[in-house]
């Protein structure tokens, strides 16, 4: 029987899909596990097949390769560290559901398989349209230690912890596939420790780390002793490795030593959140970099602080689109972003393409007044010429819009809007403010200290799509606008209690009416990482056709 036990946390980061590439990754960590001296190495939910999986979780094929990666990662376990490794399994019944599992490889062979009992459907998640859920949950033996595997939303409710006491378990090694979201490590700690404080029973909590889609997930693995103390952290935003070294006392099992990293503070998490999204987004989509509209604007000099952040300088090209409205302080200001972070500028005017359109156009415009299909035309010229680049030069094209532009529909569909990926899809305007001084403020990749300049960030925000335009001819100042829809979209808070903040009613209508009318734009919007509590598409999804308005009752 065990006296001591050394439990190797691997937060690393798989691919969706790739099980050859998971395989190999596990069997590289599982190898630096053993020779670290590790009993047991615990990897993150679904490490094999990826997560999310979402609906390619119902392809027989993907159950067949998870399995056979799983038999043949057995048999790196005999006389090594042995391993919980998270994968898709097969369906009891032939025309059943796969579950979400983690096989227990120890010995050279498959000890066991755990399935997960509490599938989450909110949010972004819905597995219960694709998994079975498990029945009963399974405690298994290392050397004598009886441990139980509960998988993430396993602990987030307390009956599958209960169970696993019932069962005899000393300590949880819990697998998990939790994306990051601006107050997702408070409120892990707060799940965990009550599953700690109802059970006595010590944690050892693992997380995936990487970029999926619209997720980004930032590890910050944990450990907490049986009186709910933190006794391990593993860093936020970086794949790891950490031992943990368990005593067996009276008591139970107590942390003898373990590592304590620090942790990012709320502006440099959600930064790194936005870095690891695009990175990861733009690496697995097997992109050798980016291409980037640079308006002499905050939005698009933020994107391009990010991309050459995450994928250094020389994998992002921008240029410049000036038409016959773009400031001589937009050109310099552009240039000088781009010379900071030494990146490509290239400059093309696009005043002979919309005078062409205009041209073409003019017969069946006549006798009617320049608006709105003017102005569209020129960022419709920029998105296809940008289009035109990426494609020839096979660099993916990111769009610049933040989420304040996006609720109320501020953006030209296959103009501004068009990309690949947006890595300001869920920061208010005033997010991306502040974490533009924030990132002048710090160089966390090293890659260039104050590389917005300062003009960029005191000047009033304009599309320049007409002489002297500025953003609040329009719309209400960024820091009223932000809060009403904070109220609209996070909250799903009524209009009168978004006036009582001290709005007036008939802005706070105007914005609910063009948060409304502009869902057809965000269906078709590319997407982008998830920060906050609720963002547009898997998390917040209204219908297109909608005729709900709500109506202000108190002025």
Not at 18 to 37: C, I, S
Not at 247 to 263: K, L, Y
Not at 448 to 460: D, E, V, Y
Not at 468 to 482: E, F, K, M, R, T
Request: include cysteine; proline fraction near 6%.
């Amino acid at each position: 029987m065990l006296q001591r036990l050394v439990i190797a946390s691997v937060q690393a980061n798989p691919t969706v899909g790739a099980v050859a590439r998971n395989e190999a990754l596990a069997r590289e960590r599982l190898a630096e596990a053993t020779a670290a001296g590790a009993d047991i190495a615990l990897f993150p939910e679904l490490f094999l097949t990826g997560y999310p999986p979402e609906d390619l979780a119902l392809k027989p094929a993907l159950w067949r390769d998870g399995q056979a990666a799983v038999e043949r990662l057995a048999l790196d376990t005999a006389g090594g560290c042995a391993a919980l490794i998270g994968v898709i399994w097969p369906p009891e019944e032939p025309a059943g559901q796969p579950r979400n599992a983690v096989a227990y490889l120890a010995d050279g062979e498959v000890r066991g398989i755990a399935f997960k009992c509490e599938l989450p459907n909110y949010g972004v998640f819905d597995e219960k349209r694709i998994f079975a859920c498990g029945v009963e949950p399974q405690v298994f033996d290392l050397k004598g230690v009886t441990f139980g595997a509960p998988i993430c939303e396993d602990i987030w409710t307390p009956q599958v912890s209960y169970a696993l006491k019932d069962l005899g378990a000393e300590i949880l090694l819990t697998a998990n596939g939790s994306p990051y979201r601006r107050t997702a490590d408070d409120e892990r700690m707060v799940v965990a420790r009550a599953r700690v404080v109802d059970t006595g029973l010590p944690m050892v909590y693992v997380n995936q780390v990487g970029g999926q889609d619209e997720l980004a997930f930032d590890g910050a693995s944990f450990a907490l002793d049986a009186e709910g103390r933190e006794v391990m952290r593993l860093p936020m935003f970086e794949e790891a490795l950490g031992l943990s070294v368990w005593a067996r006392g009276e008591a139970g099992w107590t942390c003898v030593e373990a590592p304590m990293d620090p942790w990012c503070d709320p502006s440099e998490e959600i930064y790194k959140a936005m870095v690891t999204g695009l990175r990861d987004y733009v690496r697995k989509s097997g992109f050798e970099g980016v291409l980037i509209g640079l308006s002499g604007g905050v939005d698009s000099a933020a994107t391009a602080v990010v991309a050459a952040d995450a994928l250094g300088p020389e994998a992002v090209r921008c240029v410049m689109l000036p038409s016959g409205y773009t400031s001589r302080e937009s050109l310099e200001d552009a240039a000088a972003c781009a010379q900071a972070l030494g990146v490509r500028l290239d400059e093309i005017a696009i005043r002979p393409a919309v005078d062409a359109f205009a041209g073409m156009l003019r017969p069946l415009f006549e006798g009617r007044a320049p608006d709105i299909a003017e102005e569209n035309i020129q960022a419709r010229v920029r998105g296809l010429t940008l289009m035109a680049l990426s494609n020839k030069l096979g660099l993916m094209l990111l769009t610049t819009g933040n989420k304040s532009e996006m609720a109320v529909g501020y953006a030209t569909l296959y103009g501004d809007m068009c990309g690949g990926y947006n890595v300001l899809k869920d920061l208010y305007k005033t997010d991306v403010y502040a974490i533009c001084e924030w990132r002048n403020a710090n160089d966390p990749f090293g890659v260039a200290a104050q590389p917005i300049p300062a003009r960029i960030l005191s000047k009033p925000p304009s599309a320049e799509l007409h002489p002297g335009q500025a953003d609040q001819d329009s719309l209400p100042p960024y820091d009223v606008l932000d809060d009403i829809l904070f109220g609209l979209v996070e909250e799903e808070a009524t209009l009168d209690e978004i006036v009582g903040r001290g709005h007036a009613p008939e802005t706070v209508e105007r914005v609910q009416r063009l948060l409304y009318s502009s869902e057809y734009k965000r269906r078709q919007a590319a997407p982008g990482v998830k920060i906050g509590g609720k963002a547009f598409g898997r998390d917040r999804r209204y219908p297109i056709v909608n005729g709900f308005r709500d109506v202000v009752t108190r002025r």
